[in-house]
C-alpha cells in the first residue's frame, strides 16, 4: 500500500463529530445531502428532512469520510428525559456492506457508557441495534410509510 493509500485509509477511519454550529458549511451540505438521498430520494419518502432539532445545543453529528465525501452519519440528540437518541443513520450506496454504521453506533455508545440511548429503528433493521443491546421497547408503528420499531438500550 502507498503512502497516499495509507492517508486516504487512516482519513476514512476517523470517526468525526461536531456540533452544528462548529460544521463548516461545505461539511454540514455533505452531511445533509447524504441524508437526503439516502431518506428522502432512495427510501421515496418526501417528509421534511430538516426538523429543526439539528442546530440544538445538546445534539451531535457524527461521521465517517473518504474522499468522496461522508461515508456514513447519524446524529445524537438529547431527549427531555436526558436519554440520547439516535438517529439518521445512514450509509453512502456506494459505502455499504463495510460496516460503517455499525462503526459509529459503538462509538456512541462507547462515549457514554453509563448512559440511557433510545432510537426508532426501520423494522427491518432492529436486528442490527439488537446486537448492540437495544432491545424492542414498544409496539411497531408506521412512520412516511417505513415499519419502525421503538428500542432503548438502558446502562
Given amino acids: 500500500m502507498s503512502a497516499v ?3 486516504i485509509g487512516a ?3 476517523v470517526v468525526h463529530r461536531a456540533r452544528w454550529s462548529d460544521l463548516d458549511p461545505l461539511t454540514l ?8 438521498d439516502v431518506f428522502v430520494v432512495e427510501q421515496q419518502c418526501p417528509y421534511p428532512e430538516l426538523d429543526g432539532r439539528d442546530p440544538q445545543p445538546g445534539t451531535e453529528h ?3 469520510a473518504d474522499d468522496g465525501g461522508p461515508t456514513a452519519y447519524l446524529r445524537v440528540l438529547v431527549e427531555p ?17 463495510r460496516g ?5 453506533v459503538d462509538a456512541v455508545l462507547a462515549e457514554a457508557p453509563g448512559a440511557r440511548f433510545v432510537l426508532d429503528a426501520q423494522s427491518y ?3 442490527f441495534y439488537s446486537t448492540r443491546g437495544f432491545t424492542v ?4 408503528f408506521v412512520e412516511d410509510g417505513i415499519p419502525h420499531v421503538p428500542m432503548t438500550r438502558e446502562p
Fill in 5 to 7: 493509500e495509507d492517508a
Fill in 11 to 13: 482519513a476514512a477511519d
Fill in 29 to 36: 451540505h455533505d452531511l445533509l445531502r447524504l441524508r437526503v
Fill in 62 to 64: 457524527v461521521w465517517l
Fill in 81 to 97: 428525559d436526558g436519554a440520547r437518541r439516535i438517529g439518521r443513520v445512514c450509509t453512502r450506496a456506494d459505502a455499504r456492506g
Fill in 100 to 104: 460503517l454504521a455499525g462503526r459509529l
Fill in 125 to 127: 433493521i432492529a436486528g
Fill in 137 to 140: 421497547s414498544g409496539p411497531q
